[in-house]
């Protein structure tokens, strides 16, 4: 036997495998890169801030169902869903839930909480309700400020002192980004088109479950996702950032089957940046981050 002839080979056989080794490492560390979740940090949008892929909704039924938790349970929920990778939270100044905000956020790190809120019908003092919903988040700034629930194609001019008081706020960095939030089809439309919407929150399942209609009403019958998809597509096209709501159907969504179907479709729209669901247990927490996973993992 040539103990050289078997040395040679070996390392040759050797060498081989480091090389293929070597090749093959910048295509695993891809698909790795390529791996998405639902805590993914991503980006809303032009205004570029960042946030997770699922946010935890704070107003299912105007927030009765997380009132109902009482609010020590809601705190260690919050704060559960924060330690699972949460960082985006949805909330209004209408919800029942706003005076616990502030107690439930205070031990998480501001710089990693999304905060998304809301304000509805029309102010006489738009701008002191802006400082009443900091004071009860007890925060210096909300990273997100809405319109509430608009549902006509005249939003614009109807809220535009509410719309003058958030760009107030945001050029005193009170808000970092706004938008609207849209429960009909004529509201969607001019906020798809609108230059001074950075974010959108749109209802979205493909069930077509409390989605916007072309009727000016916050939950008309009748409605289909297709009309509601085509104005995501050009809120996408203006850089918009795009948030999906509804995605359990406002709750309705009891089968396990709808809950799977509305939730692949949400993640398998790729203008949406994000969406939240109302939680009122860490198994629906869980489950959310669950069914997301394996729908983003399928592609």
Partial sequence: MNVHRLARREFLTRTAAAVTAACMAPALVSAAAAKRTATDIVTLGRCGLKLSRLGMG?????????????????????????????????????????????????????EKVFLLS??????????????????????????????????????????????DAIDEAKSKKKVLSKG???HALPALRVAAASDWVDVNLVRINPQAKHVDGETPKWDASGATIDPVMEQVRIMDRNGHGILGMKIIGNGDFTAADDREKSIRFAMAQPEVDAVTIGFKSEAEIDEAIGRMNRALAAG
């Fill in 118 to 163: 809301k304000i509805g019908g029309n102010p006489e003092k738009p701008g002191e309700v802006i400082d009443e919903l900091l004071k009860a988040y007890k925060t210096d700034y909300i990273d997100c400020l809405l319109v509430h629930c608009m549902v006509k194609d005249s939003w614009t001019s109807d809220q535009k002192r509410l719309m």
């Fill in 58 to 110: 704070t107003g299912s039924n105007s927030g009765n169902v997380q009132l109902g938790l009482g609010q020590e349970t809601f705190n260690k929920l919050v704060r559960c869903a924060f330690d699972r990778g949460i960082t985006y939270f949805d909330c209004a100044k209408g919800y029942k839930t706003t005076p616990w905000i502030g107690d439930a956020i205070a031990p998480l790190p501001r």
């Fill in 180 to 182: 609207v939030s849209c």
